[in-house]
């Protein structure tokens, strides 16, 4: 169960999303499953999740051009998941720090 989570998502969108519809969303381990997602967070944030969703995030490609020539690579690509949560349950990522 450890090492799932990797962090919390904290954008501005997000933060409308846990808003109205009660959706969190977290930097997962690309080999973990919806299950194993919906686990860590009951489990971690003692709340009771209805719903998950993961979506894989590609990474881009990136060039810089210097005096010395161009230098080419990629970000790295990695797993999001967005949980719902039942009705009343809320998350505080500062308060479990």
Request: net charge positive; charged share 35%; aromatic share 8%.
């Amino acid at each position: 169960m450890t090492g799932i989570i990797l962090r919390p998502i904290v954008t501005e969108k997000m933060s409308l999303l846990q808003d109205k519809q009660r959706k969190y969303a977290f930097e997962v381990d690309s080999k973990a499953n919806k299950i194993q997602i919906e686990k860590a967070v009951s489990k971690k944030f003692n709340v009771t999740v209805e719903n998950v969703h993961t979506v894989v995030v590609k990474g881009k490609k990136k060039m810089q051009l210097t005096r010395s020539g161009r230098f080419e690579g990629r970000t790295r690509t990695w797993k999001k998941a967005i949980v719902t949560l039942k009705e009343g349950d809320k998350i505080d990522y500062f308060e479990n720090v």
